[in-house]
């Protein structure tokens, strides 16, 4: 019988026990509120301190999953380019519920950070992207108290990635192993019928029928595999005299259980046709993964605003303004000449420039192959009003113009937003010079074939110089070669630029650039003119405003 001590203690046991239990409860409670999370690394001036601040910043509230961890994972699974395809394929791997990006600009003196958040289950953005800003390179006041309000609350409202199931094909063990188990309980089956069958021929044959001998039982074996053999009498129990034994009811049983056997044959081809769709899955999921690394061999994380408008990334280009145009041409003659042609000594001239490149495969800036450099190049310029005048005063109306359509592959040095890019061209050209009228000097329509290099060099993320180079091959050059004229020629030419480029926002820049443009004259001395060579020369510039995209 308990006492009154003994019930007292029980209920302070009691009272104790139900108090862990509690706790052990809240704590798991606690526990599940909480999501795994990952921090990416964080692009842009002093992203690493930003991203320790905001690890640190989550931390308090969530499991904060290392980086390192991620990276591993992301390349095991060749899923390192940021796509919702790939983030969710990480995630669902390590169990994450919340992938946190972000990327750091510098305006003057403050930094812009634009952090994103998405779902680790569906691997999507979920919501706007975050934007604050800090007055020096850390989570200050404002930036915590803005990413605390909208990012952490986020965070708790994200959907918990490990629970159920997955729909990826791509990973599908428990399937196959189904399949594999639905075809080894048919096989459970055989075992069992065979020791069965096993134990009736041990067992001593009744009164009346003849026992089976070691042959009769291995040919029921071989019928037990599927085949099927009937027994014959043998020829020296036939000249002994004996009689065939009877079918006993042993025999009976033997045959019965030869029946689950024949089954298990069956089902065995049963669940081989059954794991076809299995193979069939394995081998799209193979498929699918060669696709991705294919994807992820081409593309990488999204860089952030300033490395995605750089020379070495920008996917347009695209530039209008005014431009001025002098032109002067010179002739030779041989030293025993009497006289020398009239050459040509223009004063500047405006007109008015488009140029626009572009690199096609660039514009969702996260290729990291080499086909998003390969671009082309549209240039268009023409003088406004010109008009040419001779020696005694009269005056000829003039056009000038020229236009270039040039293919452009660059290479940049880094992928930030001040790596120096090298650029090499090859355009076609053609570019005029007309005068109207009946004059000694004849007028040039070349069409060029121009391979060429180029530098871009950023000083800062706001000011770019750029240096440009070509090299001039005329396939004609118009008036000046006919027969009436100066004859057949051999004509070559270069042309070089000069320019810089300086950001007035990050998509908006101004550009101030000269050039110089020469072509030579060798006649071969078949016209009607004399003269033994001529230098046509061009001197520019032009003050411009484009747009990058």
Known sequence: MMNSRSIASTSKLLAIVVAVCAALGASRVAEAGRKRVVVLDFDGPKGEKFHADLVKLIKKTHTVVPTTKWNTAAEQLSAGALSDKNIKKVARKLKIDAVVEGQVEKRREEYILRIRLHGGKSGELIGDAITTKAQTAKLDGRAQRDLRDELLGAIDNVESNRLGGTDDEADAPATVARSDDDAERPGKKVKKAEAEADDADARPAKKGFARRGDDERGADRTERRGKKTEREPDDDDATAGKKPAKKSATDDAVLASQKPAAKSDGDSDAAVDDDKPARSKRVAARDDTDAAEVDAARTGPRPNQAVALSPGERALEAVGGLSVTSRSMSFTVATNATTKPPGYAGTPVAGVMLDVIAYPLAFGHDRTDQLKNVGVEILYDRVISINSKDAQGNTYPTTESRYWLTAMFRHAFGRDATAPVVIGSLGYGGQSFEIQGNIPLPSVTYAIVAPGAGLRYPATEKLTFAVDTKVLFPL??????????????????????????????????????????????????????????????????????????
């Open 476 to 549: 004609s050059t118009g008036q000046i070669q006919n027969a009436d004229r100066y004859g057949a020629a051999s004509v070559f030419g270069f042309e070089g630029a000069l320019g810089a480029d300086y950001l007035i926002t990050p998509n908006i820049f101004a550009r101030a650039m000269g050039r110089f443009e020469t072509l030579g004259f060798n006649f071969k001395g078949n016209g009607t003119l004399t003269a033994s060579g001529a230098r046509d020369s061009y001197f520019g510039g032009a003050l411009t405003v484009g747009y990058l995209y």
